[in-house]
């Protein structure tokens, strides 16, 4: 509303100004509706539209305001209440979060009555004292807390939520606050620097003789310097055109601008608070270019790393853009097949909908895609940040990842998130055989946040851009992730690989072809059963013990589980050879089946493993049986006498079980073996069995007796020394022919020890003592399955 000038400063003197005032300051109802301030002539506006007559109005208020304005204020009245206005303000600003407005907010006292004036509520030391020590633990307490909260305290549960949401702004405001001072500091100490760099181009040095320098004169190192400049600037426009296809917002104008302030050089985080500080290092790429300048021959390397960087993030783009495509498209690109119900990829149509980002497949090469979609306990940020670290990738995925590790961190990513980020990892994955041989690849794994609670992490080799000698190579692979109800997430994962089939035995060729190996139902099945597990192991009631079954403490549960992991980790790395261990293949020249691999190790200071040589053998063999009928028969402790020569020809009996998810089969036991005689003692055996769509393990080890029940109290599980057994059951992927349908690949794998002494010689007869016993135990299986 416009008063045409009648209250300005300038022309009205202090009576309108402090009658403002008056009316700001809880007298504004009195003040409008009192006849003797503006007369019903005075509300025309046509009043105002004479100049001459607007002159005469102002005098005669002017002087109507000097006789009723506050003597001591005089003119002032505009100043003084504008100054107390402020200090309300600050006052209001700077309450502390236990003062409340009797339960409510301020809004909702506005909207109830707005010429009541708020009332504030101060609270007793004692529940300031409640309050703040509620509030360091759990700044956004759920309507349980809060309810539990205003009964001990006394108090609405309105008040105490208001608390909570002053106190949680105040501690903002005065975050801000610090970091305001923070960066006008910076500025300061920039806006010092950028003058005296300004004064002292103004004067140019000569270098050699230190007198002014001469127009005209350019030195060789300013000569190189131009190149340089010239380069860079070239080079900043290349990586303008990749960050805004990255933040999906063209920054050309970026390109077409001069070049960046000093603040930018020396800050860039202040100038580019978008996230384009963070998603590349332009800042590392000068200095270092920088650097070269002046000290000669490592200029290249600093530009060839830059110039990696960027084409790292080209490639990275482009797989998560053809990632999240191949997630998303149905037929004609993925077709369902009739029989297995599996989905393929039909080439044809990849080839005319995607550019290959890797080049032609190799010669000799064959190629494996596949896609699956699952729903699992875990939210999609938790699924993120184990994806996105390398020991927990692997810990989530431990039968399938051997070894893996982050070489080379490109991107941080925005805003502290891990949107953007990029980084340089190997791995070593396996197929629980030893007639596969484990995959190395190296390879960029890139997380793009899709929308909110949607995100995809893609993983891209890169082993061809360093000439390293290729056997396997993953195109974009990876998840799509999106958050759904009650904590779960829905995982839509693409597995899309290229490896050289004739390193693998031809048993397993048709089940690597199916992708049932290391395609993408392995890797939603293992990460399914784990996500289970997890949350039976989290939940505060896990299951009590059955029967008279020996009861665990919580400490107890979690060295057990842990020595199981150690167990179950030691078998897939004796079974695959990887490089987690250091395993010595035994040459030719021993009489042992074609297709068992006997491997050797000196286990020396090591406290999980008994000291002395360690023979390792494992084989694999086809069996006409279907995988959940095999896996049944093997983890079952009441047929484990059929097979197993340490339960001396008697039924096992469990003494512990510990469920690790809903399937039965997915559990930790401690079985006790019955004694062959009076004189012998009973022997305690550690089993883990796990289950899933995808392949099925039974592994266990002898433990000594002692030693488990300090780890079944609580005890460190570390030092408790094993050697693991056991067995994988991998379906056969329809064996291409070679064999029926419906079949199990079984692998089978004894690990012991044939002498005490690191430093003594493998002999003959100990490699034909696991030979046979491999032999002889396949042969049981195969009696007790009737084949």
């Known amino acids: 509303m416009s008063f045409g000038g009648l209250f300005d400063g300038g022309t009205c003197g202090g009576g309108g100004a402090h009658l403002v005032a008056d009316m700001a300051y809880g007298s504004s109802a009195r003040a409008i509706s009192h006849p003797s301030i503006l007369s019903p002539s005075l509300r025309s506006p046509s009043m105002f539209s004479s100049t001459g007559l607007s002159l005469a109005l102002q005098t005669n208020l002017t002087a109507q305001g000097d006789q009723n304005s506050d003597p001591v204020a005089g003119g002032g009245g505009a100043d003084v209440s504008d100054s107390a206005r402020r200090r309300k303000e600050d006052e209001n600003d700077s309450k502390s979060g236990s003062d409340n407005l009797e339960g409510e907010s301020g809004d909702d006292l506005e909207q109830e009555n707005p010429r009541k004036k708020k009332r504030y509520h101060r609270h007793t030391p004692k529940q300031i004292q409640e309050l703040e020590a509620l509030f360091k633990e759990c700044p956004h307490p759920d309507e349980k807390q809060r309810m539990e909260l205003s ?54 040095m000569c270098c050699n003789c230190g007198g002014r320098a001469v127009l005209g004169e350019i030195s060789l190192e300013e000569q190189h310097l131009r190149v340089e400049n010239a380069r860079l600037k070239d080079e900043f426009d290349r990586v303008c055109a990749l960050v805004g296809k990255f933040l999906g917002k063209p920054i050309s104008t970026l390109s077409n601008s001069p070049p960046p302030p000093l603040s930018f050089v020396l800050n860039p985080s202040l100038e580019l608070a978008n996230g384009f500080a963070s998603v590349l290092p332009p800042l590392s790429t000068v200095m270092t270019l920088t650097r070269a300048v002046a000290g000669g021959g490592a200029a290249f390397t600093g530009a060839e790393k830059s110039q990696e960087r960027c084409v790292f993030l080209e490639l990275a783009l482009a797989a998560a853009e053809e990632l999240v495509k191949m997630a998303q498209m149905e037929e004609p690109l993925w077709v369902s097949g009739s029989d297995t119900g599996r989905e393929s990829l039909n080439y044809d149509v990849y080839d005319q909908c995607f550019k290959r980002c890797l080049g032609p497949r190799p010669s000799g090469f ?3 895609a596949s896609r699956e979609t699952v729903e699992v306990v875990i939210n999609s940020s938790a699924l993120i940040e184990t994806l996105m670290d390398a020991a927990r990738w692997a810990d989530m995925f431990p039968s399938v990842i051997a070894r893996t590790a982050t070489s080379d961190v490109i991107s941080v990513g925005v805003g502290g998130t891990k949107n953007g980020v990029l980084q340089l990892m190997h791995a070593e994955l396996q197929v629980l055989s ?165 491997m050797t190790r000196q286990s020396v200071a090591d406290p999980g493993e008994p000291p002395g040589v360690v023979l390792s053998a494992a084989t694999a063999v086809w069996l006409p049986v279907s995988p959940q009928r095999l896996f049944d028969f093997l983890h079952d402790e009441q047929q484990r006498s059929q097979w197993d020569i340490l339960s001396n020809g008697c039924p096992m009996q469990e003494m512990a079980h510990i469920a690790k ?101 493998l002999t003959v007869e100990s490699v034909e003592t696991v030979n046979n016993l491999i032999s002889c135990t396949v042969q049981k299986i195969k009696a007790a399955l009737d084949y």
Request: hydrophobic content about 40%; proline content about 5%.
């Open 151 to 204: 009964k001990r305290l006394c108090l609405e549960t309105r008040q105490v939520k208001f608390w909570f949401q002053n106190r949680r702004t105040q501690m903002k405001t005065q975050i801000e606050r610090h970091e305001n001072s923070i960066l006008r500091q910076e500025n300061d100490k920039l806006r010092a620097d950028n003058l005296s760099i300004r004064e002292a181009m103004t004067n140019p």
């Open 366 to 368: 064959v190629s494996e």
């Open 434 to 598: 030893p007639l596969v041989p484990v995959r190395e690849v190296r390879f960029l794994r890139f997380c793009k946040q899709l929308a909110d609670g949607a995100w995809a992490i893609v993983d891209v080799s890169v082993d061809a851009t360093k000439g390293d000698p290729l056997k396997c190579r993953r195109l974009p692979s990876g998840c799509v992730v999106q958050d759904k109800f009650n904590g779960y997430s829905k995982v839509t994962w693409v597995e899309h690989a290229e490896y050289d089939e004739a390193t693998v035995h031809p048993l397993y060729r048709p089940l690597l072809r199916s992708g049932l190996a290391l395609g993408a139902r392995r890797w939603v099945a293992t990460l399914q059963r784990q996500c289970q597990s997890l949350a039976v192991l989290m939940s505060s009631s896990l299951p009590d013990d059955d029967g008279d079954k020996t009861a665990i403490a919580p400490a107890g549960r979690r060295s057990l589980l842990k020595l199981a992991q150690r167990m179950t980790d030691n078998f897939c790395s004796g079974v695959c050879a990887s490089s987690a261990r250091e395993w010595s293949k035994l040459g030719g020249g021993v009489n042992i089946g074609e297709d068992v691999r006997v």
């Open 661 to 761: 998810g809903q399937n039965a089969g997915n559990a930790v036991s401690l079985l006790r073996a019955s004694a062959a005689s009076s004189n012998q003692s009973s022997m305690l055996i550690l089993q883990e069995t796990c289950t899933d769509a995808s392949a099925s393990l039974v592994v266990y080890a002898p433990v000594d007796i002692p030693a488990m029940h300090l780890v079944m109290n609580g005890g460190d599980s570390a030092y408790v020394a094993l050697l693991p057994s056991g067995f994988a059951i991998l379906p056969d992927g329809g064996s291409g022919g070679l064999k029926p349908p419906g079949g199990s690949l079984l692998t089978v794998a004894f690990q012991i020890l044939v002498n005490s002494q690191p430093t003594a010689k």
